[in-house]
T-cell receptor
Framework: DAKTTQPNSMESNEEEPVHLPCNHSTISGTDYIHWYRQLPSQGPEYVIHGLTSNVNNRMASLAIAEDRKSSTLILHRATLRDAAVYYCILRKNTGGFKTIFGAGTRLFVKA | DSGVTQTPKHLITATGQRVTLRCSPRSGDLSVYWYQQSLDQGLQFLIQYYNGEERAKGNILERFSAQQFPDLHSELNLSSLELGDSALYFC????????????????FGEGSWLTVV
């Protein structure tokens, strides 16, 4: 199963941008890169996903390296409500693939 | 609201007992996933079903079993419960698998808190 590597924790100031990195050096050509976040005592929620090109949505931006071996989730202006654990995962479209979440990055946001 | 419904929300039971956790996926979703999350731990993948068939298996204990019914709801059965089984159990769903599905979003329920005493 393709694996992702993320820093254990990061800290940001409120109103500042946050760049959350993820390494996925064993990614294959058909793997999509997904980001989810988990707020305290809640189930994970979808943030963004992409394949090759950078992606933007109302929550965040996803920057994907040209070789696809790494990606960065960008929160443009961190708020206190963005304090959560952020997970970077890879998803395949073949059956039998385990959708594995790593330990994620715990983001602390300071007021 | 993700559209994934899990019951019960909270459950307290004694060691050695058996419990069943139930999950109703989002309307139209064919894949169901089960995850276990112990206190301050990450999400441990247990098992995935697609349209009633088991598709992927993680580190699910032999004391645990799951199934997906024809109406697509799923149940996770936990038996001979031990103190260490106390955790938050999440169910998630996605549209399906196969060509083009790897971009499918996974939607998580709010979880079932299991406490074994």
């Amino acid at each position: 199963d393709a694996k992702t590597t993320q820093p254990n924790s990061m800290e940001s100031n409120e109103e500042e941008p946050v760049h959350l990195p993820c390494n996925h050096s064993t990614i294959s050509g058909t793997d999509y890169i997904h980001w989810y976040r988990q707020l305290p005592s809640q189930g994970p929620e979808y943030v963004i996903h992409g394949l090759t090109s950078n992606v933007n949505n109302r929550m965040a931006s996803l920057a994907i390296a040209e070789d696809r071996k790494s990606s960065t989730l960008i929160l443009h202006r961190a708020t206190l409500r963005d304090a959560a654990v952020y997970y970077c995962i890879l998803r395949k479209n073949t059956g039998g693939f385990k959708t594995i979440f790593g330990a994620g990055t715990r983001l602390f946001v300071k007021a | 609201d993700s559209g994934v419904t899990q019951t019960p929300k909270h459950l307290i039971t004694a060691t050695g007992q058996r419990v069943t956790l139930r999950c109703s996926p989002r309307s139209g979703d064919l894949s169901v996933y089960w995850y276990q999350q112990s206190l301050d731990q990450g999400l441990q993948f247990l098992i995935q079903y697609y349209n009633g068939e088991e598709r992927a298996k993680g580190n699910i204990l032999e004391r645990f079993s799951a199934q997906q019914f024809p109406d697509l709801h799923s149940e996770l059965n936990l038996s001979s419960l031990e103190l260490g089984d106390s955790a938050l159990y999440f169910c998630a769903s996605s549209v399906g698998e196969g060509q083009g599905s790897s971009g499918n979003t996974i939607y998580f329920g709010e979880g079932s808190w299991l406490t074994v005493v």
